[in-house]
């Protein structure tokens, strides 16, 4: 009940096309879903959180669309960059606990 | 912009030898962090400390692990015996406040090598 499934493993997007990551969770009591983005050789930075009252929040060319009844959230890139190509975690934590429970992550290329 | 800094960058240790991983996580943040990822697996949480005690911690944090606080800047996670399968980046990390909802600020990590 603590895991949370990320999909695809692996994705391949070519420059100026949207880049979606898909997660699922099963633990009701997570209330806080943050995306990391992480390049080969630094650690994971904070791309962009929700919180379960809202259905989609967006910053700049990254949203997290969030359906709390089906119990997944998801990233969309839009206009996708070569910079963007990196690894991208999801992650969830709950009020009972502050430890984030993470995704397998999904390996991003953007094509030029 | 204010970052958590972790030291070394890679640690090499004999099996059986003690290690200590270092941390200077952001400057107000009052909670802390230890998380290590295993090549080609899952970032997994190890321990959280406030206000100078472990708060939470996973099962992977067995006796062998400890945390401290030394000073008013360092955090530490110290793998007393390690074995080939402690071989991991280590992350460090800290959030301002002990909700669920704060971001955690991470470091680039320490590669632990055990040979």
């Known amino acids: 009940q603590q895991q949370v499934k990320q999909s695809p493993q692996s994705l391949i997007v070519q420059k100026g096309g949207i880049s979606i990551i898909n997660c699922a969770y099963e633990?009701?009591?997570?209330?806080?879903f943050p995306w990391y983005q992480q390049f080969p050789g630094k650690g994971p930075a904070l791309l962009i959180a929700?919180?379960?009252d809202v259905s989609e929040k967006k910053e700049g060319r990254f949203t997290i669309s969030f359906n709390k009844s089906a119990k997944q959230f998801s990233l969309h890139i839009m206009d996708s960059q070569p910079g963007d190509s990196a690894t991208y975690f999801c992650a969830a934590s709950g009020s009972s606990n502050y430890q984030l429970i993470w995704g397998a992550g999904t390996k991003l290329i953007i094509k030029p | 912009e204010p970052e958590v800094t972790q030291t070394p960058s890679h640690q090499v240790t004999q099996m059986g030898q003690e290690v200590i991983l270092r941390c200077v996580p952001i400057s107000n943040h009052l909670y802390f962090y230890w998380y290590r990822q295993i090549l080609g697996q899952k970032v997994e949480f190890l321990v959280s400390?406030?206000?100078?005690?472990?708060?939470?911690k996973s099962e992977i944090f067995d006796d062998q692990f400890s945390v401290e606080r030394p000073d008013g800047s360092n955090f530490t996670l110290k793998i007393r015996s390690t074995k080939l399968e402690d071989s991991a980046m280590y992350f460090c990390?800290?959030?301002?406040?002990?909700?669920?909802?704060?971001?955690?600020?991470f470091g680039d990590g320490t590669r632990l090598s055990i040979l």
């Open positions: 633990n009701t009591a997570f209330d806080y």
């Open positions: 929700i919180r379960p």
């Open positions: 990390a800290s959030s301002p406040e002990s909700f669920s909802n704060q971001p955690q600020h």
């Open positions: 400390f406030y206000n100078n005690e472990i708060s939470e």
